[in-house]
C-alpha cells in the first residue's frame, strides 16, 4: 500500500509519500516513491503507488529515454518543455509499460495498478501539479482544490478538506499533509515510516527541502501526539447529545 | 453509498445509519437503513449497506419468515433464541437471497452487494454487535474493537480509532459515532443527512433513544462547526515544521 498526498499552495509545491510497500501482509518493505528529477533550469518530482514493479518500470523509461510511437523521438523528463509536457510524457511511459506488460499481467490475473503524482517546475513556465492515471491520461490541481492524493487517500482526505486552500502557507500545508499522513498510518498498516517531503517555492527551481522523517523524528512524534491529544480534547469539549424525544421508553 | 456504525460499549450499544441511498450520482433517494425488531422480550436492530434491493429483500425474510434449507422450519428474528442465533440466521436469510437473485445480478454484471449491522439482546442473553457479509458469514464486535462499520467506511474511521475504547460512557460513544458520521458526509455525498441513530442500554430491552436527525437538527449542526472549529485550532496550534537540513539550496 501507499500514500501520497501532493499540495500546490500560492507559494509552492508540496509532496509528501511514504516508503512501505507490500506483496502481501508478510512481505513488506521499504522503498522510495518520491523521485526528483532536477537540472539547472528545472525540478521536477513524481510520487508512485501501485504496482512497484510497473512504476519503476515507467521511472525508468522517464530517465533512460523511450521512444515516442507518434514522432519516433526519444523522450526523457529532462526534454520535457512545461510541466503540461512533462505529464503527457509520464502518460505515455505509462502507456509503453502497459504495451509490454499489460497483457502478461493480465494472464497471471494481476491488474494494471499505477497512480503518480508529478509536480514542478521548468524555467519561464508555471509550477504545476498533476494526478496520472493508469490509462494515461491526467489531472491538474487548480485553486479550488489545491491537493491531490494517490494511494490509500480517505483516511487522511478529511483534514485536507477542512483545512487546505490555495492560500495557505506552504509550511502550514506540508504540517497539515503530514496530519493526513498520520491519519492513514493509524488506520491503514500498510502506510508506514519513512516519510519523504519535499518543499519547492514557486519560481525557485531549488528544492527548498527535500528531507526524509524517520522513526526518531522528534517534530513528527510531536505532531501525531499533539494532534491526537487536541481530537481527544475537541471531542471531550462538544457537550453530550441531548437528545431524549423520539424515546420509546 | 451508505455509511453505517455500530458502538458496543460497557454501557450498551449505539447504532448510527445515513439514510441516502443511490443509483448514480443522479438518482439519489432517502430510506430508512437502521430497522427494528422489538418484541417484549428482544431488541434487535439492524443496518444495511449495498444494494437497496438486496437488503430489502433480506429484511422482508426475515420478518416475514423463510424455510431454512437444513430444517425444514420457517425462520423469523421474532423466533431467534440469542443474538448468535439471529445472526445466523440473517446470515441464511442473506445465503437465500442470493439463492434467489444472485445469478440474474450476475447476468446483469450486478455484484451482489450487501453488508449488515446486526446488534441487540434478548432476554436472559448477552448484548451482542455483529457485522455479515454478503457470503452470509459475520463476525462480532469485542472489547478490543468495540465498533464495527459498513458501507463507506474509511472517512470516519481514524476518529473512531484514536477515540472509542470499550469504557467510553454510552453517550460519548454516541457523540463520537455522530463525529464520525460527519467526517463521512464532508468527503463522500454519497452519505447524507437525515441520520438515524438508537441507544440501548444492555439489559433494559427497551431503546433508551430511537431519534433521527435531520437537516434542521441544532444539536448536530454544533457538533459539526465545533468539530471543525476545534479540528482548525487542533492544526494551527501544532508548530510548523523547523526541517532544515537535508535542503539542497
Redesign the interface.
Known amino acids: 500500500m501507499t500514500y501520497c498526498v501532493g499540495l500546490l499552495v500560492k507559494e509552492g509545491l508540496v509532496l509528501i509519500s511514504d516508503t512501505r510497500t507490500n506483496a502481501g501482509i508478510d512481505n513488506i518493505a521499504c522503498f522510495r516513491k518520491l523521485h526528483l528529477f532536477?537540472g539547472p533550469d528545472r525540478v521536477v518530482a513524481i510520487s508512485t503507488s501501485g504496482n512497484l514493479s510497473i512504476s519503476q518500470a515507467v521511472l525508468g523509461l522517464l530517465s533512460e529515454g523511450f521512444s515516442n510511437p507518434e514522432t519516433g523521438e526519444t523522450e526523457t523528463l529532462a526534454k520535457a518543455t512545461s510541466m503540461f509536457h512533462a505529464a503527457q510524457m509520464v502518460g505515455q511511459a505509462v502507456r509503453e509499460v502497459y504495451r509490454i506488460d499489460g497483457p502478461s499481467l493480465e494472464q497471471h490475473n494481476s491488474n494494471f495498478d499505477i497512480a503518480l503524482l508529478l509536480g514542478g517546475q521548468i524555467k519561464g513556465r508555471r509550477l504545476r501539479l498533476f494526478m496520472i492515471y493508469a490509462a494515461g491520461n491526467f489531472i491538474e490541481a487548480t485553486a479550488d482544490t489545491p491537493y491531490l492524493q494517490i494511494g490509500e487517500h480517505?483516511?487522511g482526505?478529511?483534514?485536507l478538506?477542512?483545512?487546505v486552500t490555495h492560500e495557505t502557507e506552504i509550511?502550514?500545508a506540508?504540517?497539515?499533509g503530514?496530519?493526513s499522513m498520520d491519519?492513514t498510518m493509524?488506520?491503514n498498516l500498510g502506510v508506514g515510516l519513512p516519510i519523504d517531503?519535499l518543499v519547492l517555492r514557486r519560481d525557485?527551481l531549488?528544492?527548498?527541502?527535500?528531507?526524509?522523517?524517520g522513526a526518531e523524528d522528534a517534530?513528527f512524534s510531536?505532531?501525531r501526539h499533539?494532534?491526537?491529544e487536541?481530537?481527544?480534547?475537541?471531542?471531550l469539549?462538544?457537550?453530550?447529545?441531548?437528545?431524549?424525544?423520539?424515546?420509546?421508553?
Chains 1, 2 share one sequence.
Open positions: 532536477e480517505k483516511y482526505k478529511p483534514v478538506d477542512r483545512a509550511y502550514d506540508l504540517k497539515i503530514l496530519i491519519s493509524r488506520s517531503v525557485t531549488i528544492p527548498e527541502l527535500n528531507y526524509r522523517i517534530y510531536d505532531l499533539r494532534w491526537s487536541a481530537l481527544r480534547e475537541a471531542h469539549a462538544i457537550p453530550k447529545p441531548p437528545y431524549k424525544n423520539g424515546a420509546k421508553g
